[in-house]
């Protein structure tokens, strides 16, 4: 089967191979000038206080400025799963039955749901491989940024596209081609379709849902405000900015009173504007008015954690498509 | 052995009954010619046979009892499906190799001897053979799986008159070989003559005609005689069409055994397309065995 598969895809993989490995190139072509300025980043202890703050302004303005398109690798890392959906995941099972071919392959001694699930699997098993290691190397490759606090890990154009989750996306966005191509009967309507809905997904996921998800289960602590501070924040702890455990990501923040009841958005905005607005130590005028600022947050420890649950939440749509797909082959002719 | 059988089969698309009612028990050894016209349900009942499609109503079995599409039916069963669909992008060497990985019994030995017999060259492209090569490699790759039954869907409807003599050449070459069972559907009652020896005859999703063409035709004749004994004439035979000129009739009948049929009336043979054509303008007509005989039949088969 290993055989079939390569015969019948091999332009496909090669192509979405070669869209992965272009991207690689490109990061693997910048990555020594990143390096060494991360290099000069932890060898001058920034940014610590015994740190050359002129030296970590410098490294930081540096690595603001480099010509590297962060916008575009993000980007490109986000569309990828999109295209091994449209180009690879739809026309699977679609061609076969525009061709007709399904009555030529279905008829043979494999039984077609076995034929599908080896089928499915090789080409997966590809693809999402080849979607790991990117996405480690994106990981990899975004430590600089995340060093010098200009990128978190936590934030969802890094989230999504780490070696886990861009995977996982991968594998969703495959399986939901080939549904949605067992479906439509037909190429173009299936790649259409997949390409909306596994973008759809995945704006969704970068705009909402993985907020969502981190907001699951989040802990509280009292702490300081830096700017307003209340309502949903959705950020990256900043070293010496923010008092929250280093490399944890907020949630939200909201205000109590001196009655320990939670102030209203309007009664929040009116104490950060009237009320500590103009002080330089909010901390100590909440304190000597009765006030309390709280944030939840999930620990950095808890990443990996969240990561993983995004995947078996993708892999988990992902086996029910595929089971989904195998009961409409086996109905369908 | 039974080549197949099917009970009480039938296949609905929507609203639509493609298939209906269907009830056959056709014994092994056979060329088994499927006839009828467009929309007839020829294409259904061989899907349903080789289990491309999930039966509405009934059952299809093969090879005495197999479920039809059963991991056991697919080794032994082989298709060829109608304008022969073959992955054009492949080379015909690539194609003899994916259907290899796709079957446990495949001798590829057989199918590049066959080829090199028609003259069809391993590295040419599909996409880029006649229709009658292409044709030519399905019928080789399925008969390279050495299967019981081979089904065989309008085999010959692309094909040129040169190109359907070769095609069904290699068939019944293939079949005295073999000692297989085939069944295939096909408009060209005349071709059929010629290779089928059991013919059935399907007209709107039912079955009229499900017999050895051997017993058929003697079954079967053409009567000339008065119109006005018309009436007498059918209490002793059942007429399946008659023909009116002045006071003279010409009547296709088909008899019940040994009778008398009258002085007044002149018998002569019916060719089997003059029969064909005579069932398929009258859908409600039949050939048929008692229905009840079939079925019990098959669930004989079944259990």
Known sequence: ?333 | MNAFDASDLGKRYGKRWALQGCSLSVPAGHVVAIVGPNGAGKTTLLHCLIGLVEASTGGAFVLDGLSAGSPDALDRVAFVAQDAPLYKYLSVAQMIEVTRNLNRNFDTTLARRRLDDLGIRLDQGVGKLSGGQQAQLALALALARHPELLVLDEPLARLDPLARYEFMGVLMAATAEEGLSVVFSSHVVSELERVADYLIVINSGRVQIASEIDELMNRHAFLTGPVEDLDRLSGTVDIVQTYRADRQARVLVRTRGATSIGENWESSSVSLEELVLAYLRDPHSSALRSSNDVVSHVRGVRS
């Open chain 1, 1 to 333: 089967m290993i055989r079939v598969t390569w015969l019948q895809h091999r332009f496909m993989v090669f192509g979405i191979l070669g869209l992965f490995g272009g991207l690689a190139i490109y990061m693997l072509a910048t990555y020594p000038a990143i390096h060494s300025l991360h290099a000069q980043w932890v060898t001058n202890g920034c940014p610590t206080r015994g740190a050359n703050e002129s030296t970590c302004m410098a490294v930081q303005s540096r690595l603001l400025d480099s010509e590297i398109n962060l916008t575009a690798i993000d980007i490109v890392l986000h569309v990828i799963p999109v295209v091994v959906g449209m180009f690879l995941g739809a026309p699977l099972i679609a061609r076969e039955f525009e061709s007709g071919t399904y009555r030529f392959t279905w008829t043979q001694g494999m039984p077609r749901v076995l034929w599908f699930a080896l089928k499915f699997t090789l080409l997966a098993a590809v693809v999402v491989t080849a979607a790991c290691l990117l996405g480690l190397f994106a990981t990899s490759y975004s430590v600089p940024f995340n060093a010098v606090s200009l990128m978190s890990h936590w934030q969802t154009g890094e989230f999504d596209v780490t070696g886990l989750t861009l995977g996982a996306w991968t594998l969703f966005s495959l399986a939901l081609g080939v549904f949605f191509g067992a479906l439509t009967k037909r190429v173009v309507s299936a790649m259409a379709v997949t390409g909306a809905v596994a973008g759809a997904a995945i704006i969704a996921a970068y705009w909402k849902l993985d907020f969502q998800l981190l907001a699951l289960g989040a802990k509280v602590m009292k702490t300081v405000p830096s700017g307003s501070g209340y309502g949903p924040l959705n950020q990256f702890a900043q070293p010496g900015i923010s008092k929250a455990p280093a490399g944890s990501w907020l949630v939200k923040g909201w205000y109590t009173g001196p009655n320990g009841n939670v102030l209203t958005t309007h009664a929040e905005k009116m104490l950060t504007i009237h009320g500590f607005g103009e002080s330089k130590t909010p901390g100590v005028w909440l304190a000597q008015h009765h006030y309390s600022y709280w944030v939840s947050y999930q620990p950095s420890s808890r990443f990996w954690y969240f990561e993983g649950t995004e995947t078996v939440i993708l892999v988990a749509l992902a086996l029910a498509l595929a089971w989904g797909t195998s009961a409409l082959i086996r109905k369908r002719a």
